[in-house]
C-alpha cells in the first residue's frame, strides 16, 4: 500500500513538475519582449526614403509580429518582438556599391556599407537585385546572405518585382521582417501563410493572419546568428 501511494505521489510531483516548467515557459514567451534596432541606408540613386517611412515600415513589421495572442497555437504564435530604427537614413554610393547587386563582390561591398552604424542590424536600400547566392535564381526583392554582416539588402519600396520580373505592390513589413529572419538564421518553410514562405511576399498581402511558429520565434527572439542556418535552400516549387 505504502509503495503505491508512494508511486502516485512521486507522479503528482513530477507531473506538478511539468506543469511549472510549461507555465514558466508561456510566461517567458508572453513577456519576455525583445527590440531590434535598425541603421538603414539607401542607395543615393534610389528615391527618397525618409525616416517617418522607415519608421511605418518598422512599426507594421512589429505590428505583425505581436499580433493577438488569443489564437496562438505551436504552428502560429504572437512573436513579443519588435523593430526599431537608430539614426538617420543615410545614402552611400560609388563604382563598387552599386544601386544593382549583380554578384557575390558587389553584394558584399553593399552589405559592408555602414557596418560600424548603431543598431543590431543594418539595411540596405537598392533598385535591384539580380544575385543573392549560388543556387538561387533572381531578381530578388531581399538578400540576408551570407549572415555574419548582420545586414540585410532590400528593393526599394518602389522598384519591387514579382517572379517574373514585373513590377508588383509589396508589403515591406513582411520583406523586411521575413530577410530578418534569415538572418537570424531560420530557412524557408512549406506554407503559403508563413512567414518564412518561399513563395512571394506579395501573395502574403492577403493573409489575415501571417504565421510565425513557435521555433521561428525563437529565433527571431534571439536575433542574428541565434539559430543554425541550414545548408540547403527551399525553393517555392519544390
Known amino acids: 500500500m505504502r509503495r503505491v501511494q508512494k508511486a502516485m505521489e512521486m507522479k503528482m510531483q513530477m507531473f506538478m ?8 515557459m508561456s510566461v517567458d514567451e508572453a513577456s519576455a519582449q525583445k527590440t531590434y534596432a535598425a541603421s538603414v541606408s539607401r542607395h543615393a540613386s534610389t528615391p ?10 518598422l ?15 505551436d504552428a502560429d504564435v504572437a512573436c513579443n518582438m519588435a523593430f526599431s530604427l537608430t539614426g538617420p537614413v543615410r545614402t552611400f554610393g560609388s563604382a563598387d556599391k552599386p544601386i544593382n547587386i549583380a554578384d557575390a563582390r558587389q553584394r558584399d561591398a553593399v552589405h559592408k556599407v555602414d557596418i560600424d552604424a548603431p543598431g543590431d542590424f543594418h539595411v540596405k536600400v537598392v ?3 539580380e544575385f543573392c547566392r549560388r543556387g538561387l535564381i533572381g531578381p530578388f526583392n531581399g538578400c540576408s546572405f551570407p549572415i555574419q554582416f548582420r545586414s540585410i539588402i532590400v528593393v526599394h519600396p518602389s522598384k519591387h518585382l514579382d517572379p517574373f ?3 508588383t505592390k509589396l508589403p515591406d513589413d513582411l ?3 521575413h530577410e530578418f529572419g534569415h538572418l537570424t538564421g531560420l530557412p524557408h518553410r512549406h506554407s503559403k501563410v508563413a ?3 518561399p513563395c512571394s511576399i506579395a501573395d502574403l498581402s492577403s493573409v489575415t493572419r501571417v504565421q510565425v511558429n513557435k521555433q521561428e520565434c525563437r529565433c527571431l527572439l534571439g536575433g542574428p546568428g ?3 542556418l541550414p545548408p540547403g535552400v527551399i525553393n517555392c516549387n519544390q
Do not use: H, Y
Open 17 to 24: 513538475a511539468i506543469l511549472f516548467l510549461a507555465l514558466l
Open 48 to 57: 527618397a526614403l525618409s525616416e517617418a517611412d522607415v519608421r511605418q515600415i
Open 59 to 73: 512599426d507594421e513589421a512589429s505590428r505583425m509580429l505581436q499580433k493577438n495572442s488569443v489564437n496562438n497555437g
Open 127 to 129: 533598385n535591384e537585385i
Open 165 to 167: 520580373s514585373k513590377p
Open 175 to 177: 520583406l523586411w521582417a
Open 195 to 197: 512567414l518564412m514562405t
Open 226 to 228: 541565434f539559430c543554425p
